[in-house]
């Protein structure tokens, strides 16, 4: 598991026959409420607008009756926030490029006039 929340769960996914990572997201459609539907359909489209390299670029978009599930391309860059929250050490070159490397990603976001609303270690 990659990360969980309140709606949703994102795991590591690996495709059989190529061995590329994917961020698999599943959502719950028991229970969602209007606004809790559309945000998920604005998260959609926001997903499918931006072309980032430190972005994770939704693949696919899988709906079942009672699931969704968006399927994510990792980014190539691996920021290594698990390794720190383990107890790993960073050095400071090592930090100096993983926080350009997301302030990047958020002037882009917010050049594109989009505001992340939920910035935290673990989504890097």
């Not at 359909?41 to 968006?70: G, K, Q, W």
């Not at 990603?105 to 939920?118: E, G, P, Q």
Request: aromatic share 10%; net charge positive.
């Amino acid at each position: 598991v990659l990360g969980h929340g309140a709606t949703a769960t994102v795991r590591k996914v690996i495709h059989k026959r190529t061995g590329e990572e994917f961020a698999l997201k599943s959502l719950t459609k028991k229970g969602l409420s209007r606004w809790q539907a559309n945000f998920l359909l604005n998260e959609v489209e926001i997903f499918l607008s931006v072309d980032h390299p430190n972005i994770c670029r939704l693949a696919y978009v899988f709906e079942a009756p009672t699931m969704v599930l968006l399927l994510h391309i990792r980014t190539t860059r691996d920021f290594s926030i698990r390794r720190f929250s383990c107890g790993g050490h960073f050095t400071e070159p090592e930090v100096a490029d993983i926080v350009a490397q997301i302030l990047y990603a958020i002037n882009y976001l917010h050049t594109s006039n989009i505001v992340h609303r939920d910035i935290k270690p673990s989504h890097f």
